[in-house]
C-alpha cells in the first residue's frame, strides 16, 4: 500500500513520525513536504497530497497540520477526496468503516506522538463496510458532482 504524507510547519514533526511508523509496519510513503519547520502554508501540502490520492498513484493520504483542520479543509476541496481530522482512536476506524475516508488528518498541537499512532493505525487497521455506508457515501459524491 502507497500512502502520501503532508504537513505544514505545524504538523512537519508529527508527520515525520507517521512517516516512520508507517513504513515499520510494510507501507510504502512518500512525503510531500513541508521538509522544515519554516513557516508555509498548508493547503500547498493538502493539494499536493490530495492529488496524489485521487490520481490513484497513492492509496491513502495522511496530512498534519497544528490542529489537523485547515489542512483536511483545504484537501476536502480536491473532487474525491474525503479527508478526516481525527483525534481519537474511535472515529480513525469509522472515517474508514463508515466515511471511507481516503485521507486521515490530524493536529500536532492536538494530539500526542503515542496517540497518533494508534489512531494511524486504528485507521489502516480498518475497510469500508460498504452496505448502508456506501449509499450515505455516495451521496456526499452527489452533493460534491453538483457542487466541485
Ligand atoms: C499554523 O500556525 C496553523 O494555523 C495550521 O497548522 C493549522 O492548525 C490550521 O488549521
Known sequence: MKIALGSDHGGFHLKNAVKKHLEEK???????????????DYPDYAERVAEAVVSGEYDFGVLVCGTGLGISIAANKVKGVIAAPVSDTFSAEMAKKH???????????????????????????????????????????AIESKNL
Request: charge should be negative; hydrophobic fraction near 40%; glycine fraction near 12%.
Open 99 to 141: 466515511n471511507n475516508a481516503n485521507i486521515l488528518a490530524m493536529g500536532e498541537r492536538v494530539v500526542g506522538e503515542g496517540l497518533a499512532m494508534k489512531i494511524v493505525d486504528a485507521f489502516f487497521d480498518a475497510s469500508f463496510e460498504g452496505g448502508r455506508h456506501e449509499k450515505r457515501v455516495n451521496k456526499i459524491k
Open 26 to 40: 510494510g507501507f510504502e510513503t512518500y512525503d510531500f513536504g513541508t521538509y522544515s519547520l519554516e513557516s508555509c
